[in-house]
């Protein structure tokens, strides 16, 4: 699977020598059900190579673990029918293009931003406006020198492949289809606040990054979901409704009598009804760790 393809199903040289930082706290939980238990463990889903190794207590957890748990199995992702899903999806047919669809200063400031990162504009001609964000954020992280076979999801699915059930939590379509279903409006905003985000480069991302490895609940969820939440809209269909539906499949693994090792998008862990406050609302024993 081509990199660019692999950052895109994300909605981006491990060093095995160097010791395990166990100054960082990361995002991990432990969950005890009857009669399961699971771990949770945000992840964000490009890397660097200094973001590992991981610390000793969620590599124990891992090898402990029965199942592990993600978002999408990307090793079981054909990349031809994924072509031909963003094709269909995400692109314009017949004569629409993306520069007839946005307001002519949302246009202008994509134009900047395709400028400054040196990404030719032809890439971005004929997708809808939420395919363009997701074209220019997997950009940037190949800019800012962030790969995707670095992400913590990868990383975790790259030594399960042959030690570990692999249970996804959605399918890429289902994924896919929360972009497309946003009318006109709000793909328009969904691209002005990734602009906005992007306009940050290298800063945005490394303070991401240093939240990430310090478990900084607060700083993790400024980041990642406070741009979403000026859209109530938006953010409850790519977060609020998304984090149920993982609970629930979460739930139902906790309903076995089996380990699962969970990596989820940190923003999932974190903030008002998150996948961590709703199963402790629903009477799970969730423990910081």
Do not use: C
Not at 18 to 29: I, K, M, S, V
Not at 67 to 83: F, G, K, R, Y
Not at 215 to 236: F, P
């Amino acid at each position: 699977m081509t990199r660019i393809l692999k950052l895109f199903i994300i909605l981006v040289v491990f060093s095995p020598a160097a010791p395990a930082d166990e100054t960082n706290r990361y995002l991990f939980w432990k969950v005890e059900g009857a009669p399961g238990t699971a771990y949770l463990l945000g992840s964000i889903h490009v890397g660097t190579p200094d973001m590992y190794p991981l610390s000793k207590a969620i590599t124990q957890a891992f090898t402990n673990a029965d199942t592990l748990v993600v978002e999408i199995n990307l090793l079981d992702v054909d990349p031809t029918s994924t072509n031909l899903l963003f094709t269909r999806k995400g692109l314009y047919q017949g004569k629409g293009t993306l520069e007839s669809r946005l307001e002519p200063q949302t246009w202008q400031l994509l134009i900047a931003a395709t400028k400054r990162y040196n990404l030719p504009l032809v890439m971005l001609r004929q997708q809808k406006p939420w395919l363009a964000a997701l074209t220019l954020t997997t950009w940037v992280f190949q800019q800012e020198g962030y790969n995707a076979e670095l992400g913590v999801d990868q990383h975790f699915l790259n030594q399960a492949e042959t030690s570990h059930d692999i249970v996804e939590l959605e399918s890429l379509e289902q994924q896919l289809n929360i972009f497309d279903q946003f009318s006109p409006a709000e793909q328009e905003d969904f691209l002005l606040k990734t602009l906005q985000e992007i306009s940050q480069g290298g800063e945005y991302l490394q303070a991401l990054k240093s939240a990430w490895k310090g478990g900084d609940t607060a700083a993790i969820n400024e980041l990642i979901n406070a741009t979403l939440q000026t859209n109530s809209d938006i953010y409850q269909r790519l977060i609020t409704e998304r984090n149920k539906t993982m609970t629930a499949r979460i739930i139902e693994l906790l309903n076995q009598e089996k380990i699962s090792f969970v990596v989820v998008g940190a923003g999932h862990l974190v903030g008002e009804h998150s996948i961590v406050q709703e199963l402790a609302e629903k009477g799970y024993k969730v423990e910081r760790l």
